[in-house]
């Protein structure tokens, strides 16, 4: 089957009069359909800004410099704006962490659900009615009949997720976008959640670029990975081999902050310093500061690029771990 999404050297600063943030700096990965692909790295480095672009809707001080976004056969930074909205929400659609946000504040939840379902769907209202209260039901909402009928201010924040959920899987998107989706959330809730999302999106066929700051969530969650820092892609992989054998500095330094239940004992190292200013990025590889394998070599020459080390592991490091480190 032909991959569903391929985002090529991708480039995006936000320019304001005063200053340039070099938000993203060269981001290339491809995502497989019904793969589940988290995107992990620390806050500010570009995560969001990366599913805005995808989804055409940055803001206006947003620059896109380089780039290609292949979805279905185009390019959605050259598609117009009736078919990146066409495809918003039915092929592609997003979810935030903060869904009482994005839901109307003064329609019930079921109606919002209903209408995506007939807006783009042609379903009557009857079978509308039908699939909303299935989705409900797959998302973990007990009584959905009663649910429909709230405003969001009467829904928690766990539930207000799953009906965002609902409502971003309701079309079967071959794409769902998800940033952050459970992090307002409790543990308990957040691992509740993602399971049935996985569970849901896998009967659907829908593939997930699921976004993430918590290594945690990439382990139950992941096929593939896809590690981020300052703007850039550092390392991908499927996620046995990444959390078995990380080769990237960072990404073995956020694995070492990560609690693990093989290993309880362990001590935690927390990742020191903290990562670079996008508004001054260096040419140098941008974890140099922070980074315990720094050569010589590293702090001559340019970022460099990702390589691959095996056919599906691509690490961008001067000296990457060996796998036996
Ligand atoms: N609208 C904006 N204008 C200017 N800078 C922004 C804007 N949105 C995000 N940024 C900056 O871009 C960088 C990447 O942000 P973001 O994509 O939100 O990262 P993440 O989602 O990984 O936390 C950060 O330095 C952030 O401050
Ligand atoms: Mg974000």
Same mark, same amino acid.
């Given at each position: %089957?032909? =991959?569903?999404?391929?985002?090529? *050297?991708?480039?995006?600063?936000?320019?304001?009069?005063?200053? &340039?943030?070099?938000?993203?700096?060269?981001?290339?990965?491809?995502?497989?359909?019904?793969?589940?692909?988290?995107?992990?790295?620390?806050?500010?480095?570009?995560?969001?800004?990366?599913?805005?672009?995808? %989804?055409?809707?940055?803001?206006?001080? !947003?620059?896109?410099?380089? $780039?290609?976004?292949?979805?279905?056969?185009?390019?959605?930074?050259?598609?117009?704006?009736?078919?990146?909205?066409?495809?918003? $929400?039915?092929?592609?659609?997003?979810?935030?962490?903060?869904?009482? !946000?994005?839901?109307? /504040?003064?329609?019930?939840?079921?109606?919002?659900?209903?209408?995506?379902? +007939?807006?783009?769907?042609?379903?009557?209202?009857?079978?509308?009615?039908?699939? !909303?209260?299935?989705?409900?039901?797959? %998302?973990?909402?007990?009584?959905?009949?009663?649910?429909?009928?709230?405003? @969001?201010?009467?829904?928690?924040?766990? +539930?207000?997720?799953?009906?965002?959920?609902?409502?971003?899987?309701?079309?079967?998107?071959?794409?769902?976008?998800?940033? =952050?989706? &459970?992090?307002?959330?409790?543990? &308990?809730?957040?691992?509740?959640?993602?399971?049935?999302?996985?569970?849901?999106?896998?009967?659907?066929?829908?593939?997930?670029?699921?976004?993430?700051?918590? +290594?945690?969530?990439?382990?139950?969650?992941?096929?593939?990975?896809?590690?981020?820092?300052?703007?850039?892609?550092?390392?991908?992989?499927?996620?046995?081999?990444?959390?078995?054998?990380?080769?990237? /500095?960072?990404?073995?330094?956020?694995?070492?902050?990560?609690?693990?239940?093989?290993?309880?004992?362990?001590?935690?190292?927390?990742?020191?310093?903290?990562?670079?200013?996008?508004?001054?990025? @260096?040419?140098?590889? @941008?974890?140099?500061?922070?980074?315990?394998?720094?050569? *010589?070599?590293?702090?001559? =020459?340019?970022?460099?690029?990702?390589?691959?080390?095996? @056919?599906?592991?691509?690490?961008?490091?001067?000296?990457?771990?060996?796998?036996? =480190?």
């Amino acid at each position: %089957m032909a =991959e569903t999404l391929r985002v090529e *050297n991708l480039h995006v600063h936000y320019e304001t009069a005063a200053r &340039t943030v070099k938000a993203l700096n060269g981001v290339s990965f491809v995502q497989q359909p019904e793969e589940v692909f988290c995107l992990v790295g620390e806050s500010g480095c570009g995560k969001s800004t990366l599913a805005l672009t995808i %989804m055409g809707l940055l803001p206006a001080t !947003a620059k896109v410099l380089a $780039g290609r976004i292949m979805f279905d056969g185009v390019d959605l930074l050259q598609a117009s704006p009736s078919h990146m909205r066409r495809l918003r $929400g039915r092929d592609i659609s997003l979810v935030f962490q903060d869904a009482q !946000a994005a839901l109307d /504040p003064v329609q019930p939840v079921g109606r919002q659900l209903e209408e995506v379902i +007939m807006a783009h769907g042609g379903a009557s209202p009857r079978a509308a009615n039908g699939m !909303a209260q299935e989705i409900l039901k797959e %998302m973990g909402l007990p009584d959905p009949k009663r649910i429909m009928g709230q405003y @969001p201010f009467n829904l928690s924040g766990g +539930m207000c997720q799953r009906v965002m959920l609902a409502i971003a899987l309701v079309l079967r998107p071959r794409l769902l976008i998800a940033d =952050e989706p &459970t992090s307002g959330l409790d543990v &308990t809730m957040q691992a509740e959640i993602l399971l049935r999302l996985k569970r849901l999106c896998r009967d659907l066929h829908s593939a997930i670029l699921l976004i993430t700051h918590d +290594m945690g969530v990439v382990a139950h969650m992941a096929n593939q990975v896809g590690v981020m820092y300052a703007g850039s892609l550092v390392e991908t992989a499927p996620a046995v081999p990444l959390f078995k054998q990380p080769r990237h /500095p960072y990404t073995w330094a956020l694995l070492q902050s990560l609690p693990r239940l093989d290993n309880v004992n362990k001590r935690l190292e927390p990742l020191r310093g903290s990562p670079p200013d996008l508004l001054d990025l @260096p040419e140098q590889c @941008p974890f140099l500061p922070r980074c315990a394998k720094a050569l *010589n070599r590293c702090r001559l =020459e340019r970022r460099p690029l990702l390589q691959p080390v095996s @056919p599906d592991h691509w690490v961008a490091c001067h000296n990457p771990l060996h796998p036996s =480190e």
